[in-house]
């Protein structure tokens, strides 16, 4: 298969899926931004989605690692 020929998933689908594992309309902004930097100019679409899936995926685990320490925190200040 043509590499120009694949499907891709628009970015709506892929910021929306970003949104429902967590993320705010920002980070995945910050994320867009980021991607961009991140492979230039000259990047192939390919090149471009697969760093922007990689930058979204390392902020939600970033987030879920976060989320436990977080709750803890809150957790605590309701204890006597």
């Known amino acids: 298969m043509d590499p120009d020929q694949r ?3 628009p970015l709506q689908a892929i910021f ?3 949104r429902d594992f967590g993320l705010t309309p920002a980070e995945v ?3 867009f931004d ?4 991140a492979v230039g100019a000259d990047a192939t679409v390919d090149e471009y989605l697969h760093e922007l899936t990689g930058e ?9 690692r976060r989320a436990p320490s977080e709750e803890q925190r809150v957790g605590s200040r309701g204890r006597v």
């Open 7 to 9: 499907v891709t998933a």
């Open 16 to 18: 929306h899926g970003a």
């Open 29 to 31: 902004w910050g994320a």
């Open 34 to 37: 980021d991607s961009l930097d």
């Open 56 to 64: 979204l995926a390392q902020r939600i685990v970033q987030r879920e």
